[in-house]
């Protein structure tokens, strides 16, 4: 009942806020605050009846089916508590707003049971159905706002996540397949079973892996599908930005999490994959939030990089089991310890840090660190918050992200232990973990250096322009008292989760590993990793942000744009490589006198069907944005001269007709039309 409450509960009150909406704002707002809290004190309930389940049967052939463990009982209530916050905190960053609210307010309470399914979700298709929900609900955060820049990254959101989710199901389908189930429980054995009665079984069920680990590392912001989640966060409302941060990408952690350990936690050449893609991804993420002059944009980067810690430490987990087996039950523990841990502390640091970053927003309607500089000078309250967000991530001793990075730094180690004990001949894979523990530092390094980067610029210097610093220093209240309890009151949590006793019993619980209980954070050996990665954070901070990234005053961002991936890679492969090698296909077949008018028809056939689809969509999405979907922005018309309403059309519909006209949109949906094509030729394979 309970789960069942935390999943459609949500979805249904979704349309009731929508009406209510239309006609009462206040009424709509203080519901869906009330509705927030009592999602949080349901999930709460789920600590008394571990093990309870909700099965519904007949629904996509195999069902829907739910369960409340530790993991995921734990993150029920991060995920409650992540939508209380944000909620308490929203009513006060719109309340210049009143334009797309109520659409608002209806799709968050959508992703929210979404999330509740994902998190809850006994078997890997009830996981992929409510993943897909998600994925659709959020982006209408992402394009809230209606600017050029809040659709084309919107846009991005969408293909990453259309794509992601098109080669998770060709995995989930394989995967199926193989071992004849997707449930949790019953997918390990199975898998054990099916490699011991087909040698080809193991291939198949790794390739399902990888295309699981595509589709669940693109809403994570794994390298290399990452490139949406530095251009959402900026664009999009501060509280969509905590969320977006700190549940969303752990909806993807949650799936690749679910892979490893229950399909491939003895898949060395898995686990392997997953630490690559983790480093990588922890690395450029701090480098590019390093680089960064946007508040919003630094925290995006950030959340890049510490889900490239998260994946580290899965790629640990797997690796370690993998080499060690039995033997490896400590390191095991720290690994998988380190890793969920590191999950919650970042779901509720983001949080802090995304709501403070709103509050500036709203005062100030900007991110750029030159003009919000030496604002937060007197906001003693803001400023602590802040402060403990920003320590508790660079891994300080006594707040959360240290122990939950310890964990992880050791679960490193332990792998190197494993290689040398259990692979003594490898000593290639030897050196590379030993360069990766000094990338883990380094990252963990740059962490503290931006941080303090963004403490410093806000809250500790002052303007260039002394009459705007002036006018900074005349208000010393930035937030209400509901926005306060919504800050400081998350900030609580970076203190509590620091305590190493508070820590390990949560680990305890959500992995059910005793050997954590062990675990001494505060050793010499533990606090000697933590301050190698803070005195590598300070020595950047002083010669690189103080001394290249500061010139003549100003922040500046030295990022080559360049190497935006999406410009460099993604759009070329889909306008114009793409239609090229098709075209190169198509002149192979044509040299056969029979098959030329074939192959000319059925491109032409397929153009036309996929320009008119195309154009029909986008035809549809201009008349919902020019009826129902309004897309007026009251914070440009109070700032604009105001204009005839055939001009004002005119320029609102050029601005819709851009992206359209951009060609973007076609290439999406031929890419999407192509994947479908080739899933159901595996489904009618398998």
């Not at 929508?18 to 809290?37: S, V």
């Not at 740059?446 to 500790?460: G, P, S, V």
């Not at 969509?617 to 204009?643: F, G, N, W």
Request: hydrophobic share 50%.
């Amino acid at each position: 009942m309970f789960i069942g409450y935390l999943v459609f509960a949500p979805i249904l009150i979704a349309p009731v806020l929508y009406r209510i909406g239309r006609k009462n704002e206040e009424a709509r707002d203080r519901l869906a605050i009330l509705f927030a809290f009592v999602e949080l004190a349901v999930s709460l309930s789920l600590l008394t009846m571990q093990g309870a389940k909700l099965t519904i049967p007949y629904i996509l052939a195999y069902g829907l089916t739910f369960e409340a463990d530790g993991f995921r009982t734990a993150y029920s209530i991060v995920t409650s508590i992540m939508w209380a916050g944000t909620s308490l905190f929203a009513r006060e960053y719109f309340r210049h707003e009143r334009e797309g609210l109520s659409r608002y307010w209806m799709f968050i309470m959508l992703t929210l049971g979404a999330t509740q399914g994902v998190m809850l979700s006994a078997d890997f298709m009830t996981t992929f159905v409510f993943f897909e929900i998600l994925s659709l609900t959020s982006f209408t955060w992402v394009i809230h706002e209606e600017t050029r820049e809040a659709i084309r990254a919107a846009y991005t959101y969408l293909f990453i996540a259309v794509i992601g989710g098109l080669v998770l199901f060709m995995g989930l389908l394989l995967l199926r397949d193989t071992c004849g189930t997707l449930a949790f429980r019953e997918i390990f054995e199975a898998a054990e079973k099916a490699r011991a009665e087909n040698t080809s079984a193991g291939s198949e069920i790794l390739a399902a892996g990888i295309c699981i680990l595509f589709g669940f590392g693109a809403k994570a912001g794994m390298f290399p599908v990452h490139v949406w989640l530095p251009k959402a966060h900026p664009v999009a409302p501060s509280p969509a930005s905590a969320l977006l941060s700190g549940i969303l990408t752990k909806v993807g952690i949650f799936g690749i999490l679910m892979t490893a350990v229950k399909v491939l936690f003895e898949s060395r050449t898995f686990g392997t994959v997953v630490f690559v893609l983790g480093l990588i991804t922890m690395f450029l993420g701090a480098l590019l939030a390093l680089f960064s002059v946007n508040l919003k944009r630094t925290l995006a980067c950030s959340s890049m990089s510490q889900i490239g810690f998260i994946l580290v430490g899965i790629g640990s987990a797997v690796f370690i089991n993998a080499a060690g087996g039995e033997e490896a039950g400590e390191g095991l523990a720290l690994a998988m310890s380190g890793t969920v841990l590191h999950m919650v502390n970042h779901s509720l640091l983001k949080l802090v840090l995304f709501m403070a970053a709103g509050v500036v927003v709203m005062n100030l309607h900007t991110l750029t660190l030159d003009d919000i500089r030496g604002w937060g000078r007197n906001k003693t309250a803001l400023k602590i918050a802040f402060a403990l967000g920003g320590l508790g991530i660079s891994g300080i001793p006594l707040l959360n992200g240290y122990i939950s990075k310890t964990m992880l730094h050791e679960g490193i180690v332990e792998a190197i232990l494993c290689a040398r004990e259990f692979m003594p001949g490898e000593q290639g894979m030897i050196a590379f973990l030993r360069i990766a523990e000094w990338i883990f530092l380094i990252s963990g390094g740059f962490t503290f250096a931006y941080m303090l980067k963004l403490f410093i610029c806000i809250f500790i210097e002052r303007n260039r322009d002394d009459k705007r610093q002036e006018a900074y220093e005349k208000e010393s209240t930035c937030m209400d008292i509901w926005s306060t309890a919504a800050v400081c009151g998350s900030s609580v949590f970076m203190v509590l989760l620091g305590q190493p006793a508070v820590m390990k019993k949560l680990a305890f619980f959500m992995t059910g590993r005793e050997e954590i209980m062990e675990f001494h954070a505060f050793t010499l050996t533990n606090l000697k990793g933590g301050l190698i990665s803070l005195a590598i954070g300070g020595a950047v901070y002083l010669l690189i942000v103080r001394k290249v990234l500061l010139r003549d005053g100003s922040y500046v961002n030295l990022w080559p744009e360049k190497l935006d991936l999406e410009d460099l890679l993604y759009r070329p492969l889909l306008t114009s490589w793409l239609p090229g090698i098709f075209g190169a296909i198509a002149g192979v077949f044509g040299e056969n006198l029979i098959l030329r008018p074939v192959c000319r028809g059925v491109l032409y056939a397929a153009t036309v069907f996929g320009r008119a689809l195309s154009t029909s969509m986008d035809a549809l999405i201009v008349l919902l944005r020019k009826t129902v979907v309004r897309e007026t922005k009251v914070r440009t018309l109070q700032s604009e001269e105001r204009r005839s309403r055939a001009a004002a059309f005119r320029d609102q519909t050029e601005a819709a007709l851009n992206p359209i006209i951009s060609g973007f949109s076609f290439a999406l949906v031929m890419t999407c039309i192509g994947i479908l094509l080739i899933l159901g030729v595996l489904i009618l394979y398998i």
